[in-house]
């Protein structure tokens, strides 16, 4: 706790628990497949499975081949095609040819099922070589949601949408079950639908509120309250009849982010009523039952044409219900770059309001550039998602404690699985493997 108050630094805290230290080093090794030496690779491998055919090897190849932001980026590029990572999956699947595991967790982005390689879909060529690794190999690749057909599985049954199994996001990813010949009779769990969708809210509204910091010029409470002054003066000359309702939601915003706390709010007490509309399992999950502090909930520093923009999106979303597209921004407000002025621009979302009553769109990697796609929806604080906001949509604990550079630390949390549905998962794998019960039709 002194560490996440930051009285004690990750030296000291390591140098005072040098066998703790030790051992986390050794659990965390920071390797790539397919640049790691393979002997050393598999060295490593066979030490933490000693010998033991009970195991359970989870990860999945890196998504930048398969994504649809990946693919839209390099649309044009005749090179794409020769990007090694369509095929990094191959190193997985050596690793569950060679070792063997009884069970395998596979995870990626949903635009896997449809990304092509030499005009055939990659998604059936990755299914059928996990389903038979190597000769005298086979696994049953299942769904966590749902029972196959007499034909199998679409592919669309291995698609998990977070937000249906009570998880604050809409995040959508394809998460496939792998089992081994020999333990194709045993049955398995699925998850669980929740009986309502957790709403951000239910993440968000405990925490202090805080207000965005300035770039590039002098900051200060006043200076930034300023700034957002200026910012309605921006709806000068637009003519939309919606203009009176979220003029008026502006001005009301300036009214309460006069009591936005200056602090960075690096250390402060933890709200333990926090989490009010999730359920109690993830709200246990979320808080910390010891006396605990939140760290890392600071905001960015904007460019003050962006918290204009900010302030604008909000504002409009408090009252639509919605996030505004670029041809709903005045004219004033709208990026200087030319797309912005298209009639059907690139990125029409570009400036992308959160919406309370729903899940948060699905935090990505993406966040570590700038904040515009997660722009928090109260628009008297105008700023991004901290990141213990976004980490707390992607569920992970508020004890757990991100390391390096921001770039890094919101790049940690936006790559992640999102740990409570990890748990859940974890869980049915745990069953599976305990499991001696039988299903009524024989084995691959």
Known sequence: YRRLRGTLTTEELFSRYPIQATQARSEAWLAELGQVPMPE?????????AGSSEWVLCG???CQAYSYAGRSRRTNDVTFEDDKKFFLYREYLRIVGKFEPAIFVMENVEGILSSEHGGKKIFPRIRDALCRPRPG???EIRSFVCEPKSGGHDPKEFVIRCERYGLPQARHRVIL???RHDYSRRRHNLLTPADAMVPLDSMLKDLPRIRSHLSKQPDSPQLWLDVLK????????WKDSRRPEIEAAMTSALTRAKLCNTNSWSETSANKKGARNASVELSN????????VLSQHSSRRHMESDLHRYLFAASYAQVMGSSPKLRDFPDRLLPAHKNARRAKPPHADRFRVQILGRPSTTITSHISKDGHYFIHPDPSQCRSLTLREA????????????????TQRFHQVGNAVPPYLAWKL????????????TRNRPPI
């Open 60 to 62: 999945g190849p890196p």
């Open 285 to 292: 999950w979320i808080l910390d039952r010891a006396p605990s």
């Open 41 to 49: 690779l598999h060295a490593r491998i066979r030490e933490a499975v």
């Open 177 to 179: 079950l792998g089992v």
């Open 426 to 437: 974890g869980k049915i794998v745990a069953d599976l493997m305990a499991s001696d019960e």
């Open 230 to 237: 200026r910012g309605i003066h921006e709806l000068s000359g």
């Open 137 to 139: 190999l086979e696994y």
């Open 391 to 406: 980490a707390r949509l992607q569920t992970f604990p508020d004890n757990y404690f991100f390391m390096g550079e921001q």
